[in-house]
């Protein structure tokens, strides 16, 4: 079960990272570096494997449910900061 997840969270980000890259191909309005790629990969692959963690060691569902989510937000709120620069800190995209 465990080596299952691994591999669903692997092509998961795989296929995520696959949207930005062939957006690439066909318009100059995504234009992402090796870097961000890098970036990108090591956040989703983080907040995934964090996840999986979570769903491995907390057995009452509502706490799944609440720090899966916390997981997830802290992924978009970073994910969007290092994007647009919502909050102003060094690392904002802007």
């Not at 957006?23 to 989703?44: K, R």
């Not at 983080?46 to 706490?63: A, D, M, P, Q, Y």
Request: positive net charge; hydrophobic residues 55%.
């Amino acid at each position: 079960m465990k080596n299952k997840r691994f591999i669903g969270i692997l092509c998961i980000v795989a296929f995520l990272l696959l949207i930005p890259f062939t957006a690439m191909q066909f318009t100059n309005e995504v234009n992402w570096t090796l870097f961000d790629f890098i970036v990108a990969g090591g956040l989703l692959l983080s907040s995934g494997f964090i996840c999986e963690w979570v769903l491995r060691k907390v057995h009452n569902t509502n706490h799944r449910i609440v720090f899966c989510s916390i997981v997830l937000l802290l992924l978009l709120l970073t994910w969007v900061e290092l994007a647009v620069g919502i909050f102003g800190t060094p690392l904002a995209g802007s």
